[in-house]
């Protein structure tokens, strides 16, 4: 199976929001990364022609801060409920290029969610503390769709 493009989605300027940069920098050196913003079509761009892509990014879904969320869709299908576009902590976001992708055909037969529950995405830098704590394990989750998952 092929290695997966991880595709790390902040804002290091938002605290929390800065969480994908952050798991990013906790890979491994041998994942393939890369970072973005998160607006819809440069994921669409940077995913096109990947075969698997691991999406990592705050979201905000009411559970508790820190708490590390994994969805996978495979073939157009979500394994769980997707997220939706509340749950991203952008405008448009993750479920917006999924979906769009979706639409338009061009979305990676297997996609990879990674996502951490935020608690601060105010103006300023640094993450909070549970945040903070949910790199280790949301970066090995990330890292662990290397193996062929």
């Known amino acids: 199976m092929s290695t997966p493009l991880v595709i790390c989605v902040g804002n290091p300027y938002r605290r929390d929001d800065g969480v994908g940069l952050a798991i990013m920098d906790a890979l491994p050196a041998a994942v ?12 669409l761009n940077l995913w096109a022609g990947e075969p698997r ?33 509340s749950a ?6 993750v479920a917006e290029a999924v979906g769009l992708g979706l639409a338009l055909g061009d979305l990676p037969n297997e996609v990879l969610l990674v996502g951490v529950e935020v608690a601060d995405t105010s103006q300023g830098v640094g993450l909070s503390a549970p945040v903070a704590a949910a790199v280790p394990t949301a970066a090995a989750a990330a890292a662990a769709t290397e193996g062929g998952r």
């Open 53 to 85: 892509v691991v999406l990592v990014d705050a979201m905000s879904t009411g559970a508790a801060p820190g708490t590390v969320h994994v969805l996978a869709c495979r073939e157009g299908r979500w394994d769980t409920a997707p997220p939706s576009a």
């Open 32 to 43: 393939r990364a890369v970072e973005a913003t998160g607006e819809p079509t440069a994921l």
């Open 88 to 93: 991203s902590t952008h405008g448009l976001g």
